[in-house]
Nanobody, 125 residues
């Protein structure tokens, strides 16, 4: 049973930075796609970033390109999301996700099989 636990969320001012972490347990995910999604109040869950099994490929939604960086440490079974130059529009619950089906990047929620419980990110102006 795969479990994903996010950490690192919080309250930050516009222009600030946060680093989210997602620690996996239950099985090694070094061969699997990992990703981050977010959901703002009243909105659908949206793709943020994804990283292939070895970190060789990444993908981002347009609104975070150049500001967010996804990375992974397979030795620690952990994926990260470095978020810089945060904006109020980045406020959301951020979810870590893993796919047992794919190793390369995917952008849609149904392609992921396991989800964390989410961590709140609030950007204040």
């Amino acid at each position: 049973q795969v479990q994903l636990v996010e950490s690192g969320g919080g309250l930050v001012q516009v222009g600030g930075s946060l680093r989210l972490s997602c620690a996996a347990s239950g099985r090694t995910l070094s061969s699997n796609l990992m990703g981050w999604f977010r959901q703002a109040p009243g909105k659908e869950r949206e793709f943020v970033a994804a990283i292939s099994w070895n970190g060789g490929r990444t993908a981002y939604t347009d609104s975070v390109k150049g500001r967010f960086t996804i990375s992974r440490d397979n030795a620690k079974n952990t994926v990260y999301l470095q978020m810089n130059s945060l904006k109020p529009g980045d406020t959301a619950v951020y979810f870590c996700a893993a796919s047992l089906y794919f190793s390369s990047v995917r952008r849609t929620a149904p392609e992921y099989t396991h989800w964390g419980q989410g961590t709140q990110v609030t950007v204040s102006s």
